[in-house]
């Protein structure tokens, strides 16, 4: 993401018990030396980021107060939470005013170190709440957003370019080995089994055959030979009669009577 610092998660150790509590110090200890917002995207190992929140809790609240919800509220639900967690009075207070007096109270010193929220499963949480968040980092206070990948992609939307431009740091908690490799042998897999499917459907395609024998516009009636022309029904069963003759024969018959001219 633009203008935020990518962190790989990197355990220094084989043992996973001993790397997560190792990297919230870490996370507890940058919270601690600066005001900033933070981004961290978790897998869909449930367990696995409950406990490394916890951790990360308990390792902040060593240096800092901690503030953390845990559900999608709206903005009123979001400061009257805030408001509970700040023990300030809630009753009879609109959301606007709700807000006025969380913000006032994020302006005076914290009980100890600084102000940390901690939001948990932000990829649920609507678009006026994450901007209720981003409104909230204008105090002393630093922000962590904890959710899924799809957090980063409603956070490339327009309507939410704002909180984007605040992230100072993302952390990626979804970076094992085995996980990635996996992911590209899915990938390869996918691809080689489309490309054997469509060889195949072209070994089994019939080629078309060139035509090599075309008509010319034209001549080819004239090649033709010229169809009879059609006959009634009843001139083809009335016989067809002889013309008649203008002169009737003459045959010729030798006569021995005749007498030879004299010579």
């Not at 809790?57 to 709206?74: C, M, N, P």
Request: hydrophobic share 45%; with cysteine.
């Amino acid at each position: 993401m633009s203008g935020a610092t990518a962190i790989p998660w990197l355990p220094t150790t084989g043992a996973q018990e001993l790397a997560e509590p190792n990297l919230a110090e870490q996370v507890a200890m940058m919270l601690h030396a600066e005001r900033q917002v933070m981004i961290l995207i978790t897998g869909r190992d449930n367990g696995r980021i409950v406990g490394f929140l916890a951790d990360l809790t308990h390792a902040v609240s060593h240096g800092d107060s901690v503030l953390r919800i845990k559900a999608a509220l709206d903005a009123s639900e979001f400061f009257a939470l805030l408001a509970g967690q700040l023990s300030l009075p809630a009753q009879r207070l609109s959301p606007m005013q709700l807000a006025a007096k969380v913000g006032e109270r994020l302006n005076e010193p914290a009980p100890t170190g600084h102000f940390v929220l901690l939001c948990e499963g932000a990829q649920q949480f609507s678009d006026p709440l994450l901007e209720a968040i981003r409104q909230l980092s204008n105090y002393p206070i630093n922000i962590v957003l904890c959710g899924r990948p799809q957090l980063l992609r409603r956070l490339a939307r327009p309507a939410l370019s704002a909180l984007k431009q605040r992230l100072n740091y993302r952390l990626d908690l979804d970076q094992s080995p085995f996980a990635g490799r996996l992911k590209w042998l899915l990938i390869f897999l996918v691809f080689s089994g489309l490309a054997y499917f469509f060889a195949h459907w072209l070994a089994q395609t019939p080629a078309a055959k060139p035509d090599i024998i075309r008509p010319i516009a034209g001549r080819a009636a004239l090649a033709r030979p010229p169809e009879p022309a059609p006959r009634s029904v009843s001139a083809a069963a009335t016989p067809r009669k002889p013309a008649a003759e203008s002169e009737p024969d003459v045959s010729l018959v030798f006569d021995p009577t005749l007498k030879q001219p004299p010579k």
